[in-house]
């Protein structure tokens, strides 16, 4: 029957699924409607998952059926592959792996239609896999809090989003929350985890196709585990990684991580940003963790880090390397060295929400839906990467991705994260079949829903100011247009003329650089415009530097202001006054916020204008 599909994107599977499947016929018979999920003993965890998210989606028992709902392991299947039949005999969804069956139940939860508690799917025949295998979420748990429901919600994204791995980055110089039980004073009570709370995590997750990928951090972004116990740890990062009571304790903790998450088999060390270590220690330390994770049939997962090294102090061949900035360790030197590389790169995969300021990166969901695992590109215009990425000559090696949720806050993470997550899984699923922005955009927004029903989270909108509080601006709700990085949810372009100017509300505008992001705004009707007041979200030192320029025409433009060092004194916002002309647009080219951190970023947050 498999032999039977055809293999081509046909216009149906558009609307309906994130990412696009591989094959799918579509059939011609009525739909199916089906509650009871049946399922062998191997697969019951999967059958009560999927049962779940159908009554979160509002099926109930007791409606009228045509079919059953079968859950079934096939052998004959690679262990990603899912195969989905729905016809006149019911409902069977098959996998090579309980994992391979989550993934396509995921596709049912997309296709599913409940009306009056009745579910029900077209009838097609569908198989499907992915093109890379590692598509991972990291979240940095040890910046700011991450509760055990956000973090099983995150679960959900992942799950419809057929992301296969979460990655717990556990504890940095801020926060612990590892609850151990060999070095309690680690944990840090406001992080709001206990062992059990993991162990149920764990659960949720295989339930659901995910892997938990919990990493410990050494010798670098170790601070708690040297102030808390220096007399195991040492007090400096060497002392971490050269003492036998050091390494005797990061192996207890290792074995603490693998008793709570005994499915996985990952387990990421950290080894990155390990100033004043020298790199034969770095090394040694590396090969003697994962000589320990090798013993249990677990891979070492390392971020990109100290050199390769050579002879007994090169780095084991099977630790998998995170490459995230190529610049200590360019992904292809990495693959030549006959590693396998994870691509993490800063551009489009980092979103960092940077505490305590405003965002930090996100680059726009254009360039996430465009990522390349070839490429390894940064958002910094200070690295040759930024304007000419990195690549590397072949896939082969590359194991997939995984995207950083980096010193984030818990409140932004789903409005940043889920539109970029959905999109760069949907091209590492299937490069092929996802090639139309456009297409994708139409379908994102069901899963968006389809994801604050399952999980019971709220995607922020994007808000406005109320009418009566807008008077005199004239520029309130006018259609903003950037030359490039225009889809960047929840802070798009439309942000600039919502009539909000305080933090947090600003666009985020990507690249500035190399080229300047040109915004067009488009007012609400022409009107006589002597004063352009434009807000920024800049920090001590730092100032957007941009060109305002005004047209009567909509087609011709005259440079009315500009603004650099200086310009905005003490205030957030910088007057642009003029004769006062009618206007019916308004052009702001911007090179990007100087001064803070990259400067390939624009942190305008309002523009209005005014008559006088």
């Known amino acids: 029957m498999l032999g039977l599909l055809l293999a081509l994107q046909l216009p149906v599977a558009t609307p309906l699924v994130v990412p696009a499947p591989r094959e799918l016929a579509p059939g011609a018979g009525p739909r199916v409607s089906a509650r009871a999920v049946l399922a062998p003993d191997a697969l019951r965890a999967q059958a009560a998952a999927l049962d779940e998210a159908l009554q979160r989606l509002g099926a109930r028992e007791g409606q009228e059926e045509t079919g059953a709902l079968r859950l079934v392991l096939d052998p004959a299947l690679a262990s990603q592959q899912h195969h989905l039949s729905i016809g006149e005999d019911g409902i069977a969804l098959s996998g090579g792996s309980p994992a391979a069956v989550a993934a396509g139940a995921a596709t049912l939860l997309q296709l599913v239609e409940i ?54 980055h556990l504890w940095d110089d801020q926060l612990c929350s590892w609850p151990s039980t060999a070095f309690p004073k680690l944990l840090d009570a406001r992080s709001g985890w206990s062992l059990e709370a993991f162990r149920e995590l764990e659960a949720y997750a295989q339930a659901r196709g995910v892997m938990i990928v919990p990493e410990i951090e050494a010798p670098g972004h170790s601070t708690l585990l040297r102030q808390r116990y220096p007399e195991v740890f040492g007090e400096t990062p060497t002392d971490l990684a050269t003492r036998p009571e050091a390494r005797a304790g990061l192996r207890t903790l290792l074995d603490e991580v693998l008793e709570v998450f005994p499915s996985t088999r990952f387990v990421h060390i950290g080894a990155d940003e390990a100033y004043g270590v020298p790199q034969e220690d770095q090394r040694d330390l590396i090969n003697a963790l994962a000589a320990h994770l090798r013993a249990r049939a677990v891979r070492t997962l390392v971020w990109e880090g100290p050199g390769v090294g050579q002879g007994d102090n090169k780095v084991a061949e099977d630790v998998l390397h995170l490459n995230w900035d190529t610049v200590q360790l360019p992904a292809q030197q990495m693959l030549d060295a006959g590693y396998t590389v994870i691509n993490a790169c800063w551009n489009p995969l980092y979103i960092v929400d940077h505490y305590p300021r405003t965002m930090f990166t996100a680059v726009p969901l254009d360039l996430c839906y465009r990522f390349d695992a070839h490429e390894f590109a940064h958002v910094d215009p200070g690295l040759p990467t930024q304007r000419t990425p990195h690549r590397v000559t072949s896939l082969e090696g590359i194991a997939g991705f995984c995207m950083p949720w980096w010193e984030g806050r818990e409140e932004n993470l789903f409005g940043l994260c889920l539109p970029r997550f959905a999109a760069v899984s949907a091209g590492a699923w299937n490069r092929a079949g996802e090639q139309d922005l456009a297409g994708f955009l139409r379908r994102l927004p069901r899963i968006e829903r389809r994801f604050e029903a399952l999980s019971g989270a709220a995607l922020p909108r994007t808000p406005f100011a109320a009418e009566g509080t807008q008077e005199g601006n004239l520029a309130f709700r006018g259609r903003v247009t950037p030359s490039h990085g225009a889809a960047s949810p929840p802070f798009g372009p439309e942000r600039l003329t919502n009539g909000l100017e305080a933090w947090p509300d600003h666009f985020l505008g990507f690249p500035t650089t190399p080229t300047p992001l040109d915004i067009r705004i488009d007012l609400p009707a022409p009107a006589t415009v002597g004063r352009v007041r434009i807000h920024e979200r800049a920090l001590g030192g730092s100032h957007e530097v941009y060109r305002l320029l005004a047209s009567t025409d909509g087609v011709s433009f005259d440079e009315v202001g500009r603004a650099g060092a200086g310009t905005r004194g003490e205030a957030t916002f910088v007057d642009h006054s003029f004769p006062a002309r009618e206007v019916r647009a308004l052009r702001i080219v911007t090179e990007g916020c100087h001064g803070l951190t990259f400067p390939s970023f624009s942190r305008l947050t309002e523009v209005q204008a005014y008559a006088d």
């Open 115 to 168: 009306e009056g508690g009745r579910a029900s799917w077209p009838a097609l025949e569908l198989l499907d896999h992915p093109d890379l295998e590692h598509r991972s979420f990291m979240v940095d748990m040890g910046r700011n809090p991450h509760s055990p429901r956000t973090l099983r919600q995150v679960v959900d994204m992942l799950w419809l989003c057929k992301g296969n791995r979460l990655q717990l």
